[in-house]
């Protein structure tokens, strides 16, 4: 039953409605329906990025992922890239 329920667990707790994020000079927040959370920039270990999704990893080990398909254009990704890793640098 344990091995079940761990299986299953990502599909149970999946979130189907569009998640909102918002990033700053002061960090991020996010929202789905009712629940939200954020971080400070001080707060976040890393900012990583790859061809497929840009990852905002924090302290803790938790991350979030934004997939390519969150950007109208190469171009906004870049400069949202650039935008979080200069936040969080400084």
Known sequence: MVIVLMAAW?????????RVLEVGPE???SRIAKKYGS???KAVASVQSN??????VSASG???L?????????????AFLLDIRRWHEA
Request: proline letters at 5%.
């Open 66 to 78: 934004i997939p390519m398909r969150a950007f109208q254009s190469q171009s906004a990704r870049e």
């Open 10 to 18: 990502p599909q149970i707790a999946f979130k189907s409605q569009e």
């Open 51 to 56: 061809d497929e999704v840009i990852s905002i």
């Open 27 to 29: 960090g991020w927040s």
């Open 39 to 41: 971080r400070t920039w």
């Open 62 to 64: 938790n991350a979030l």
